[in-house]
């Protein structure tokens, strides 16, 4: 799916290069020169994400970041600002602009935090709003969410890749006292080592090579709201002492300079990885893990989550399909079989990708096996690993099958709860393994 970017930038060179950037990267881009004709533009072509000039006329960048709170709150806007404009670029994502880039905009920067943004606005859009699924293990994380998000302790937020960390601190940010205060996102994994520390801290004018201007780091943005530090494991061995202080004592010593800022923030942090073990290892400090996991909070996958799987298909199913400009598509039972016995290693994320692919492949028509089948392939084992797999996993699930359906007299529906599968789950296995009562 094409990504559209809307660029707004009344200065014609900076527009001009950025636009070359921009396309350079493979992202579709339009530009505007005032924020008057950015939101003709943007009423009229729908982008995927808007990059706004701060400081323009006669309409700024703020009218321009209202109009899309207002008329399309998924779609992410990245402030372009002035150093001296800075306080105003850090009001703007109190209102709900998703991050500011000083100019001179660094082009790397630039396109990491484009990219962070896109994401952002994906899962926004593609997903139910708040937490999706009715099942009881998600019912009972939005009730852990409240208490989560009740003080100002840091959160651990674990969980498999693609379960839903980043909307979750979404979650417990709109729950908690400091719900109109900034949400700053950091991925550790995503930006290079060398600028990590200017990205968290901020940096002062001529601290090093290329420094043309004062940067507000993570911390800065974050003050008086919550800053989410992303994929935590990845950070270098060593940062995490600069990060302790700074976590411990609410205080930060930006690059290059020379007095400690104090802030009042609450912290969240999400790992895939398992920080016990990296710990045991030294490749993560003890210290910093104890300060970070104050509190904790771990996603289930989405193969233990039931009808959820059903759900969010659906859901996904209907999104798409008006996207593309198709009639909706439906679930036949043997699709919906299928997607309950995938392990959906990538989890929500996957489940969004095949639903998206699967409606491109079938438009518009029920969905068969035929429509999905490849698409929750098991991998890229050999044909002789998948074979030996196969056959010690279907032995001990038809022994596990047989022993629910004995227990509840071959009560079908008892059966299938003591499994944790649905009804429909439970039919497909039985008849994948012949096993029948007769």
Not at 162 to 188: D, M, R, W, Y
Request: glycine share 8%; net charge neutral.
């Amino acid at each position: 799916m094409t990504v559209r970017i809307l660029l707004v930038e009344d200065e014609e060179k900076l527009r001009r290069l950025l636009q070359l950037v921009l396309t350079d990267a493979g992202y579709e881009v339009q530009t505007a020169i005032d924020g008057g004709s950015a939101i003709k533009l943007w009423k009229k072509w729908q982008p995927s994400l808007v990059l706004t000039d701060l400081m323009m006329e006669p309409l700024d960048g703020l009218h321009v970041l209202r109009y899309g709170q207002d008329q399309d709150p998924g779609t992410p806007c990245i402030i372009l600002t002035a150093f001296g404009t800075v306080a105003t670029a850090v009001d703007a994502m109190k209102k709900g602009a998703f991050d500011f880039l000083t100019k001179p905009i660094d082009h790397t920067q630039l396109l990491e935090v484009v990219k962070q943004a896109i994401e952002t606005g994906l899962t926004t859009k593609h997903s139910p709003q708040g937490l999706p699924g009715s099942s009881e293990v998600m019912q009972a994380l939005r009730n852990e969410i409240e208490s989560l998000a009740s003080t100002n302790s840091a959160v651990l937020i674990l969980g498999e890749s693609g379960t839903g960390k980043g909307l979750v601190a979404k979650e417990i940010h709109k729950a908690s006292k400091l719900q109109n205060g900034p949400f700053v996102h950091i991925n550790c994994a995503s930006i290079p080592a060398e600028l990590l520390e200017s990205e968290l801290f901020g940096h002062k004018k001529g601290s090093f090579t290329g420094a043309t201007e004062n940067h507000d780091g993570a911390f800065a943005r974050a003050d008086g709201g919550i800053l989410f530090l992303d994929e935590i494991g990845d950070l270098p061995l060593s940062l995490q002492p600069k990060l302790l202080h700074a976590v411990e004592e609410k205080e930060f010593l930006p690059v290059g300079g020379t007095k400690p800022l104090a802030v009042s923030l609450k912290i969240l942090s999400s790992t895939n990885l398992d920080l016990k073990e990296m710990v045991s290892r030294k490749e993560f400090r003890m210290d910093l893990f104890y300060r970070l996991n104050t509190m904790q909070v771990t996603l289930p996958p989405l193969r233990n989550r039931g009808n959820d799987i059903t759900e969010l298909a659906n859901t996904f199913l209907a999104f798409f399909s008006k996207e593309f400009g198709y009639q909706k598509s439906t679930l036949t039972e043997e699709v919906q079989d299928i997607l309950q016995t995938y392990s959906w290693p990538g989890n929500v994320r996957e489940l969004r990708n095949v639903m998206e692919r699967a409606v491109l492949r079938c438009p518009g028509k029920k969905l068969t096996g035929d429509c999905i089948s490849d698409l929750v392939s098991t991998g890229d084992n050999t044909q002789s690993q998948k074979t030996t797999t196969y056959l010690d996993l279907a032995a001990k699930e038809q022994e596990l099958l047989l022993a629910a359906l004995k227990q509840h007299n071959w009560n079908k529906t008892h059966a299938a709860k003591d499994l944790k599968i649905s009804r429909s789950a439970l039919r497909y296995r039985l008849k994948k393994y012949g096993i029948s009562n007769s």
